[in-house]
C-alpha cells in the first residue's frame, strides 16, 4: 500500500519511474515490530518514518536457507 501511495505522489510530480521497497530491510533492521520476523503494518510504516525505507534495489529480498 505505501508502494502506491508513494508512487501517485512520485507520478503527480512527473517523476518517470516507479520503485519498488525494500521488504528486506524491515525485515532486518525493525526489531521493535516482532523481532524482525514480521509484525504489524502501522509499525513499518513508523519505522520507515523514523528512518527511511530503502528501495529495494538497495537491498533486495533475501530467501532464508533451511537450517
Known amino acids: 500500500m505505501m508502494e502506491a501511495r508513494m508512487g501517485k505522489i512520485m507520478a503527480d510530480k ?3 519511474e ?3 521497497l525494500s ?3 524491515v ?3 525493525s526489531a ?3 523481532g524482525c520476523d ?3 503494518p502501522y509499525l513499518v ?3 520507515g518514518e523514523e528512518y527511511h525505507l530503502l528501495d529495494d534495489a538497495c537491498r533486495p529480498y533475501k530467501e532464508d536457507s533451511p537450517t
Open 23 to 25: 521488504i528486506q530491510q
Open 38 to 40: 514480521g509484525g504489524y
Open 27 to 29: 525485515m532486518d533492521c
Open 14 to 16: 512527473g517523476a518517470p
Open 45 to 47: 510504516e513508523k519505522f
Open 18 to 20: 516507479t520503485f519498488k
Open 32 to 34: 521493535q515490530n516482532q
